[in-house]
């Protein structure tokens, strides 16, 4: 089982997103301006671990395995 490590930034947990279906991409996608590149989600209904490997402002949901 792989660990999420939460990190804090000035007194504030950094979470993983969790969504209950697919993420999508792009500038209206899935927290398009909130989730910085690198933050995690994870998809409750499956519990499967996607990455944003894209920008702030469009990101792409890449599977982590």
């Given at each position: 089982?792989?660990?999420?490590?939460?990190?804090?930034?000035?007194?504030?947990?950094?979470?993983?997103?969790?969504?209950?279906g697919?993420?999508?991409?792009?500038?209206?996608?899935?927290?398009?301006?909130?989730?910085?590149?690198?933050?995690?989600?994870?998809?409750?209904?499956?519990?499967?671990?996607?990455?944003?490997?894209?920008?702030?402002?469009?990101?792409?949901?890449?599977?982590?395995?």
């Amino acid at each position: 089982m792989a660990v999420i490590e939460i990190k804090r930034i000035e007194g504030t947990s950094i979470l993983p997103w969790r969504v209950s279906g697919a993420p999508s991409n792009g500038t209206s996608g899935t927290k398009a301006g909130l989730a910085e590149i690198g933050d995690l989600l994870i998809r409750t209904d499956t519990g499967v671990l996607f990455q944003n490997t894209n920008t702030k402002a469009s990101p792409t949901w890449s599977t982590r395995t």
